[in-house]
């Protein structure tokens, strides 16, 4: 009707399949993590130093700091989006999508800089 307030809608259960599918994607991002996190760890400790004094270091940290990022962002991400679809809102746009790609795009052209240069 004319002049009342909209209400917002009511909080619903969505349909399992969107509610597992929105968790299948949170645990991905999460073994992304863990995989960045085990590169990290693995440069620092196995790969031979690079010409450049400090390099397999920065290789590595470069690799956990994108984890990090990753890990603690993961779980917020999840629950926006699980409140988006219990309200029958549009999802919310995530920046770290960005973040992840340009920062896996440094460490493999730090990667294959190193490697060229060695």
Do not use: K
Not at 10 to 22: G, I, K, S
Not at 38 to 62: D, I, K, R, S
């Amino acid at each position: 009707m004319h002049g009342e307030p909209e209400r917002p809608p009511a909080d619903r259960e969505p349909d399992y399949r969107f509610t597992l599918a929105n968790e299948r994607t949170f645990l991905a991002w999460i073994r992304t993590a863990l995989g960045l996190l085990a590169g990290g760890v693995a440069v620092g400790q196995l790969v031979p130093p690079f010409a450049f004094p400090g390099a397999t270091l920065l290789l590595g940290l470069m690799c956990i700091a994108l984890a990090a990022v990753l890990a603690a962002t993961s779980y917020p991400r999840w629950r926006a989006v699980q409140r988006a679809m219990r309200a029958d809102r549009p999802l919310p746009r995530s920046p770290v999508l960005v973040v992840l790609a340009v920062g896996v795009l440094l460490v493999a052209v730090t990667a294959g800089v190193l490697v060229v240069v060695a």
